[in-house]
């Protein structure tokens, strides 16, 4: 059978180097490196003067000395000379070190995450050894034991930061270890170095990269203490480090010398931080969309007019309302100037395919839609005559769950996984009303009891992990019920259950609505669902309403070719191949496959 979806027309797809460029701080930060770099690679080509050359009677001259545009240090020796030949030596120990502490520590983050026991037990408490030391003062302990030198600086350096990439890399692969595809790669038959390898490497690079493009600042500037200290780089060559020591006696008399090291250090440390971010955020395809971005407090209202409500008597009216989502400076609109409203204590069901527009139309309702990149750029919503999307943040805040409540999804998800479930319940009681906590305890329990969670007492503490996909389902409602709403907005509450529990919620919330006198937006992509709780209904598709009714006319009737798809694609007991014939003749040239014997 064809699918309904219609090919989505191609869209251009910026390069990481595009990417990169428009994060205007991690931009900056290339630049800045950038430049640096192809200075301190050409200094055995540049016009510079003997970096170990004295001459003390020319010694602390100023900067733009005439021969000497950033001055002498005490020895009379150039500054730009020694502070470009010096940051060679610092970029060169800093990346090198930093090469060095990821590939042990990454070997031994993967070893102990991926072998796990024993080996991960013993691997870690040798990290744990380490780490129980202040990372300097073990530096400091490593270069007294090997001596002075800008190659044993290195080694401590290298060596203290390994546990930083261990950690990091064996937390990620204790969770990859049992990823199913990591077992099925086990079960194929590869051995577990290929595994390991081929696996989990590549699921970890990315992290690996970003510690790496921010460790490098730091491991120059611990490499810059260390020298400061004069257990670095020794006389008479120069790093930034030492260049910064030898003029600390100067601070006041000829600041200069030890200001402009320290100036170099600084740029180098901030620009590999902000490219650090910028790789961090295109390695990372839902921060480099902008999904991962945080979202204010309500979404982000760009409509030129606000439409006036049609419907007097209509509880919630929606007029025209128009979502659009930015990427960049592109903007896609995802619902397209909709209309419909329900009267108190009526169903009416909002359907259509994955990606019709259904879940952003509800968020947009009380303002949930997270912007970025969401944002509502027409229309209005009417909710008992007042338009929600003028309000101010605090006035939305006390509208939601109060006069709209949300019934989600994925219970699993938005049920926070640290606080026990009646404590959720209690602050979403307490949030609105004035309530102590015993009294607000209460009233959750009778909530739990409302919604046919069992012994509702002792449910009141357990954890959402120790719940059913029903029952927390039912907590979900439970929580949308708790200040009684005059609107319930549930997004698919069906979706992720199987067909018995399925049954159960749908009576549930048909219960509800008949002891409460509930206005239900109920949304779903099944027919069946429809045809069994909802007044009226609304098919959606593209953004677009495309045939409203009574249930029963559509049901009975429908007039738009999606619709009738859309009712033909719900199979009846007893129909068997007749089912397929069905389907095949919404779609000319298809026929059904020929049952196999």
């Known amino acids: ?13 910026p390069s990481l180097w595009s990417l990169l460029l428009a994060n205007r701080l991690a931009t900056l930060g290339l630049i800045i490196l950038l430049l640096t770099l192809v200075v301190a690679l050409c200094a055995p080509l540049l016009p510079l003067a003997d970096p170990d050359a004295t001459n003390l009677l020319q010694r602390l001259l100023p900067p733009l000395s005439p021969g000497h545009l950033l001055g002498t240090d005490p020895l009379g020796r150039d500054v730009l000379s020694r502070l470009i030949w010096g940051t060679r030596v610092s970029l060169a120990v800093g990346i090198s070190a930093t090469l060095l502490a990821a590939l042990f520590g990454t070997l031994i983050g993967l070893l102990a995450g991926y072998a796990g026991g024993r080996t991960d037990s013993l691997l870690m408490r040798l990290i744990d050894m380490l780490m129980a030391f202040p990372y300097i003062l073990l530096a400091l302990a490593i270069v007294a034991v090997l001596g002075p030198g800008l190659l044993n600086a290195l080694y401590a350096i290298a060596v203290v930061n390994i546990p930083f990439f261990a950690r990091n890399i064996r937390g990620l692969a204790v969770g990859l270890r049992q990823r199913d595809f990591v077992q099925a790669a086990r079960l194929s038959g590869k051995s577990h170095a290929s595994v390991l390898f081929t696996e989990v490497l590549p699921n970890v690079m990315p992290v690996i990269v970003v510690t790496m493009s921010t460790t490098i600042g730091w491991m120059i500037l611990e490499t810059a203490g260390l020298s400061f200290l004069g257990l670095g780089t020794q006389p008479p060559d120069a790093d930034l480090g030492s260049m910064l ?150 006035a939305l805040r006390q509208r939601r769950g109060a006069r709209v409540a949300y019934i989600f999804q994925d219970p699993l998800s938005t049920l926070h996984p640290q606080l026990r479930i009646g404590d959720q319940i209690v602050e979403a009681i307490q949030a609105h009303r004035p309530l102590s906590r015993s009294e607000a305890r209460q009233k959750a329990v009778a909530l739990l009891e409302d919604v046919g969670i069992p012994d509702a007492t002792a449910r009141f503490n357990a954890w959402p992990h120790q719940l059913s996909g029903g029952q927390r389902q039912r907590v979900g409602i439970a929580m949308a019920l708790a200040n009684d709403p005059e609107i319930i907005i549930a997004d698919e509450p069906t979706t992720a259950l199987d067909v018995t529990v399925q049954a159960r919620i749908l009576e549930l919330l048909q219960n509800l609505r008949r002891q409460r006198g509930l206005t239900l937006l109920f949304i779903t992509h099944d027919f069946g669902v429809i045809a069994q709780i909802c007044d009226r209904v609304a098919v959606m598709r593209h953004g677009e309403i495309v045939e409203s009714g009574d249930t029963a006319t559509v049901l009975a009737n429908p007039q738009h070719d999606y619709t009738r798809r859309l009712i033909a694609s719900v199979p009846k007991a007893g129909q068997g191949r007749d089912f397929l014939r069905q389907v095949a003749a919404l779609y000319p040239g298809s026929q059904p496959q020929q049952e196999r014997v």
């Not at 059978?1 to 797809?13: E, K, Y």
């Not at 209309?339 to 509800?362: M, P, Y």
């Open 245 to 394: 020591g030898q003029g600390r006696a100067q601070m006041f008399s000829a600041p200069h010398v030890s200001l402009v090291p320290g100036i170099m250090i600084f740029l180098l440390v901030m620009s590999f931080n902000l490219l650090g971010d910028g790789i961090r955020d295109l390695l990372d395809p839902r921060l480099r969309s902008g999904v991962l971005q945080r979202a204010q407090a309500v979404t982000t209202v760009t409509r030129p007019a606000v439409p006036a409500a049609k419907t007097e008597v209509a509880l919630l009216e929606v007029v025209d309302l128009k979502v659009s989502f930015r990427a960049g400076k592109q903007t896609q609109q995802a619902v397209k100037g909709i209309s419909f409203h329900l009267q108190r204590g009526e169903c009416l069901g909002l359907i259509g395919e994955s990606g019709s527009g259904k879940s952003v139309t509800a968020l947009s309702i009380m303002g949930l839609l997270a912007s970025p990149p969401g944002e509502i750029s027409g229309g209005a919503v009417y909710v008992g005559g007042e338009e929600m999307l003028s309000l101010s943040p605090d």
């Open 1 to 13: 059978m064809s699918q309904i979806l219609t090919a989505p027309s191609a869209r251009h797809r």
